[in-house]
């Protein structure tokens, strides 16, 4: 599709990002709210690789994610957040772990939510395909920022990075 094209879409779109009183998370589309396992597949997650590279694109999803971290206390996740999104949050963290690890897990997600996973072969092939991707795009590529720490969770639970990432953020805000 077009530049143009893209663009003309893009300005027609609303979308909007809101949390419940639970906490979570639900973003719509020109009113509609869009169920979160229709945006977590593995379809969405290769296109989301190779439409992120599109500039208006890019400027569309950064312009919401920013006016999002100004008006609410926000956790983000995404491979250009810390050097694009938020250059000045207050902890950076590169999320990292082994590719067969990384696999298993986002199939695991996958079977969680009843959607069928390919293999094991075919998603590490996928994990590393996007990663490339992401990696050499022009526009916002995947990369650790300066400050960032690393954590690499490949020997790690969720609960593990979480409870790590919790006493980092509450060390770095008793500093502050």
């Known amino acids: ?11 027609a779109m609303d979308i909007k990002v809101r949390f419940n009183e639970d906490g979570t998370q639900v973003n719509s589309l020109n009113g509609s709210d869009i169920e979160d ?12 690789s190779t439409t992120s590279a599109n500039g208006f694109v890019r400027d569309k999803v950064t312009n919401i994610c920013k006016e999002l971290s ?6 983000m996740e995404g491979r250009d957040i810390t050097t694009v999104v ?10 990292d772990a082994d590719v067969e690890i990384r696999a298993k897990r986002r199939i695991a997600q996958l079977k969680e939510k009843g959607i069928k996973a390919p293999s094991l072969d075919d998603m590490i092939a996928d994990v590393i395909k996007r990663d490339k991707q992401d990696m050499n795009r022009d526009i916002a590529p995947l990369k650790k920022a300066d400050d960032a720490m690393v954590l690499d969770s490949t020997a790690l639970t969720i609960d593990e990075v979480v409870k790590f990432i919790v006493s980092e953020y509450n060390d770095r805000k008793g500093k502050k």
């Open 1 to 11: 599709m077009p530049d143009n094209e893209v663009k003309e879409l893009l300005d």
């Open 37 to 48: 396992s229709l945006l977590r597949t593995e379809e969405v997650s290769m296109v989301a």
């Open 70 to 75: 100004a008006s609410e206390s926000v956790i």
């Open 86 to 95: 938020m250059p000045n949050a207050l902890l950076k963290v590169y999320l």
